[in-house]
C-alpha cells in the first residue's frame, strides 16, 4: 500500500461541512490529493470513511427512541467496501437487483436485513432471494405479486412482503428521478393495494403485512415527504381498522444533498421527527432506505486537466475524465462543484465549459463555470460524486473503469483497482465457433 499520506483533523466530527479556504468538504482538507492521484492515477474516486460513518450514525441518533432499521440503498454506491462499512455500522441493504443482493450478502449484510425493491424483478432473482432467506420483498406489480407466489409455493416457503403504494406525490425533483406519481413506473396505487389485502388469500405462501413507499430522490423539501408520510399513515390505521396486521411500514429513502452553494439539504432530526408525528401509534418496524444522503458528499473524483481549448465562442477545459465515468450531469444536467488543486487555485479566474474527451456534446461537467485558470497537466476534484458516480460508470469509448480508493485515519486502500484494456476486453471473442439457431 505504500507510506500513509492522509491525516484527519478533529473538525471531522462536523461532517461535510465544507472548508471555505480551498472549498473542499473538511472530510478532504488535509488529504494529499495531489500524492495520491500521482501514486494511484486519474480519474481516481476518493471516499472518505470518517464521512460515510458520520453520517449513518447520525440519522442512526435521530431515529433512536423508534423500532427503526437502515437499509442503505446500494444503487447508490455498491462499492463492496463501502458497504462493508455500512455493514460495521449497522446498515442492511435495499437492493433492486440480483447483483446487488450479491454484493449486499458478500460485504457481510445478513439476509434478514435486505430489502428486495424494483419493478422488475426476474424469477431467478426472486427464487435467489428466497433460497437466502431475504427479509422483505416490495411488491410493486400484481404480476409481481403472483410471481412471487407461484416460486415460493413451488421451495415450500413462506415470502414476506410489503405493497409499494404510489401515494401521487410530487416529490419536486428533476423528473427523471421522480418515482411517487401517479405517471411513474413505480408502485400501484392505494385503491389497487386495499384490494390485495382484501384478497390476500389468493396468496398464501406470500405473508402481505407490509406498506412501502418511494417519492424520489435529491429531495431537498420535507414537504413532499410529509405529505406523503400522511397518506402512508392514513392507509395503514385503514388497513389496521379491516382486521388486516400491518408489520412493517417502509418509508423509502429520497433525502437530498448539497451540490452547490445556496442548497440546503434536510437534517436527520427534522427528517425522523417527520417520521415520529405521521408513524404516531404505529407498533412495527420502521425502515428508512437512504442513499444519497449517506455518501455523496463522502466521494469526489480526482481527474487532470489534459488541455485547454478556446473555441470561436466558448473556452474549454478537458479533464481526463468523461461522462462515462460520472454520468450524472450529462443525464440530469446535474451541477458539481469543481475545485481546482494546487498552484492552479491562486491564480486569475476564467470562465469554462468543462468537458470529457467523450465523443458526444453532452460530455459535459459544467458551462460557463468560472474557476481559476487551469493549465495542462493540473489536477481538479469533481464534488460530491460518492452517489450515482461510479456506480452508474460504463465503459464507453473503451475507457476502462476508473480505480476507486477509501480513506480512513492515517491511511487509504485501494477498493477497486483500475480496469486494464485487456480485462475490458476480456468478454470479447472473434466469431469462430458457429451454431445453428
Known amino acids: 500500500m505504500g507510506a500513509a499520506i492522509f491525516f484527519w483533523s478533529n473538525a471531522l466530527d462536523q461532517g461535510f461541512t465544507r472548508d471555505d479556504h480551498c472549498g473542499l468538504p473538511e472530510a478532504f482538507r488535509q488529504a494529499d490529493l495531489p500524492a495520491l492521484a500521482a501514486r494511484e ?22 431515529l433512536s ?8 440503498a446500494v444503487k447508490a454506491n455498491g462499492n463492496g467496501a463501502v458497504l462493508r462499512l ?3 455500522e449497522g446498515a442492511g441493504a435495499d437492493i433492486v437487483s440480483g447483483g446487488e443482493l450479491e454484493r449486499a450478502l458478500r460485504a457481510g449484510i445478513a439476509a434478514a436485513d435486505i430489502v428486495f425493491s424494483g419493478v422488475g424483478k ?10 437466502v432467506g431475504i427479509g422483505r420483498f416490495n411488491i410493486e406489480s400484481r404480476a409481481e405479486l403472483d410471481a412471487i407466489q407461484r416460486i415460493a409455493a413451488a421451495r415450500g416457503v413462506t415470502a414476506v412482503a410489503s405493497v409499494r403504494i404510489n401515494p401521487d406525490v410530487d416529490a419536486m425533483t428533476h423528473a427523471k428521478i421522480s418515482t411517487g406519481k401517479a405517471e411513474n413506473k413505480f408502485g400501484v396505487s392505494i385503491a389497487e393495494a386495499r384490494a390485495w389485502f382484501d384478497a390476500k388469500a389468493q396468496w398464501p405462501d406470500v405473508r402481505l403485512d407490509g406498506l412501502h413507499m418511494h417519492i424520489g430522490s435529491q429531495l431537498l423539501s420535507l414537504d413532499p415527504v410529509r405529505e406523503a408520510l400522511a397518506r402512508m399513515a392514513a392507509f395503514w390505521k385503514e388497513l389496521a381498522a379491516a382486521g388486516h396486521a400491518i408489520a412493517s411500514i417502509d418509508v423509502g429513502g429520497g433525502l437530498g444533498v448539497r451540490y452547490r452553494e445556496g442548497e440546503q439539504a434536510p437534517d436527520a432530526r427534522e427528517y425522523a421527527d417527520a417520521i415520529r408525528q405521521a408513524l404516531a401509534g404505529f407498533g412495527g418496524r420502521i425502515l428508512v432506505e437512504p442513499g444519497r444522503w ?9 481527474t487532470r486537466v489534459l488541455l485547454e481549448k478556446h473555441g470561436q465562442a466558448r473556452r474549454f477545459l478537458v479533464l481526463d475524465a468523461a461522462m462515462n465515468d460520472l454520468l450524472r450531469p450529462s443525464l440530469y444536467d446535474a451541477w458539481h462543484d469543481i475545485v481546482p488543486l494546487g498552484a492552479a487555485a491562486a491564480r486569475e479566474s476564467a470562465t469554462y465549459d468543462v468537458v470529457g474527451p467523450v465523443c458526444e456534446t453532452g460530455d459535459t461537467f459544467a458551462t460557463a463555470r468560472e474557476l481559476p485558470r487551469c493549465e495542462a497537466g493540473d489536477l ?10 461510479a456506480s452508474m460508470g460504463s465503459t464507453y469509448n473503451s475507457r476502462p473503469l476508473p480505480a476507486e480508493v477509501l480513506v480512513d485515519g492515517d491511511r487509504y486502500a485501494v ?3 483500475r480496469q486494464s484494456l485487456d480485462e475490458m476486453l476480456s468478454g470479447e471473442q472473434p466469431a469462430s465457433d458457429w451454431r445453428r439457431t
Open 380 to 389: 481538479v476534484a469533481i464534488l460530491g460524486a460518492g452517489a450515482y458516480g
Open 65 to 72: 427512541g423508534l423500532d427503526a432499521g437502515i437499509r442503505y
Open 415 to 417: 477498493v477497486r483497482r
Open 294 to 302: 449517506l455518501v455523496a458528499e463522502a466521494g469526489i473524483v480526482l
Open 41 to 62: 492515477g486519474t480519474p481516481l474516486y476518493v471516499y472518505a470513511a470518517p464521512a460515510i460513518r458520520q453520517r449513518v450514525r447520525a440519522l442512526r441518533e435521530a
Open 122 to 131: 426476474s424469477d431467478a432473482e426472486i427464487a435467489l432471494a428466497l433460497d
Open 86 to 88: 455500512l455493514a460495521e
